[in-house]
């Protein structure tokens, strides 16, 4: 239930800070403030022995600021939902995490440049920078602890609890088609996010979020 509350959490907030309809369009202008929005399915790419990639998903709203008729800048605001898997996480010599899953809800900020071409079918490459803004992360899994000092065999207990995994900053790249339908398009767009930094678990620990994305979107 607390996974299912920790995804509902930053969804809520991203439809808060979302523009209303009247803001779809920017005041006075034709030009719309929301230019594009897209659903997304991602997949966690750790490489990482000790690491399983599970799939997620997300949602993002876009505006894209035209310099040319082939050169764009983009900025976003997206909510995404990765997941990963840690086999053996070590807190120290008495203190072991086994089959822990993470969860992790992040506010995300794109910033990039596309580059287009094409005339009514039209494809387009883009790479920025971003930031992976934790809202919040989960972790389950089993704990296993044994006392300093004693032969003793360990407790062994389940948990579900707040991981406190940081804020991640990355760069993307990305390809995509823009396929006309009557006045609007559809965006299909894979990319791929890749943190510069990763979170610390333990002193013996890290979790990194790279991640590999497809979007299907409408550009209006």
Same mark, same amino acid.
């Given at each position: 239930m607390?996974?299912?509350?920790?995804?509902l959490?930053?969804?809520?907030t991203?439809?808060?800070?979302l523009?209303?309809n009247?803001?779809?369009?920017?005041?006075?202008?034709?030009?719309?403030?929301?230019?594009?929005?897209?659903?997304?399915?991602?997949?966690?790419?750790?490489?990482?022995?000790?690491?399983k990639?599970?799939?997620?998903?997300g949602?993002?709203?876009?505006h894209?600021?035209?310099?040319?008729?082939?050169?764009?800048l983009?900025?976003?605001?997206?909510?995404?939902?990765?997941?990963?898997?840690?086999?053996?996480?070590?807190? @120290?010599?008495?203190?072991?995490r086994?089959?822990?899953?993470?969860?992790? #809800?992040? *506010?995300?900020?794109?910033? $990039? &440049?596309? /580059?287009?071409?094409?005339?009514?079918?039209?494809?387009?490459?883009?790479?920025?920078?971003?930031?992976?803004?934790?809202?919040q992360?989960?972790?389950?899994?089993t704990?296993s602890?044994?006392?300093?000092?004693?032969?003793?065999n360990?407790?062994?207990?389940?948990?579900?609890?707040?991981a406190?995994?940081?804020?991640?900053i990355?760069?993307?790249?990305?390809i995509?088609?823009?396929?006309?339908?009557?006045?609007?398009?559809?965006?299909?767009?894979?990319d791929y996010?890749?943190?510069? @930094?990763?979170?610390?678990?333990?002193k013996?620990?890290?979790?990194?979020? #790279?991640? *590999?994305?497809?979007?299907? $979107? &409408?550009r /209006?």
């Amino acid at each position: 239930m607390s996974k299912f509350r920790s995804i509902l959490k930053p969804l809520a907030t991203l439809v808060l800070v979302l523009p209303s309809n009247s803001w779809l369009s920017a005041q006075g202008s034709s030009q719309p403030f929301i230019s594009e929005m897209a659903v997304s399915i991602n997949q966690t790419n750790v490489g990482d022995a000790n690491t399983k990639d599970h799939i997620g998903f997300g949602i993002g709203a876009y505006h894209e600021f035209e310099r040319s008729e082939r050169l764009s800048l983009v900025l976003g605001l997206e909510y995404n939902y990765t997941h990963q898997f840690k086999e053996v996480v070590k807190e @120290s010599d008495f203190v072991t995490r086994t089959n822990t899953d993470y969860y992790l #809800n992040a *506010l995300s900020v794109p910033a $990039g &440049i596309r /580059f287009a071409g094409g005339n009514e079918l039209r494809y387009f490459v883009e790479t920025g920078l971003y930031a992976d803004l934790m809202v919040q992360s989960i972790r389950s899994g089993t704990l296993s602890e044994t006392n300093s000092g004693s032969g003793s065999n360990p407790e062994i207990s389940t948990f579900e609890e707040r991981a406190g995994v940081s804020s991640f900053i990355g760069a993307y790249i990305g390809i995509g088609l823009q396929i006309p339908i009557a006045e609007r398009s559809i965006l299909i767009r894979p990319d791929y996010k890749l943190a510069f @930094s990763s979170s610390e678990l333990s002193k013996f620990e890290k979790l990194s979020n #790279n991640y *590999l994305r497809l979007q299907v $979107g &409408i550009r /209006f």
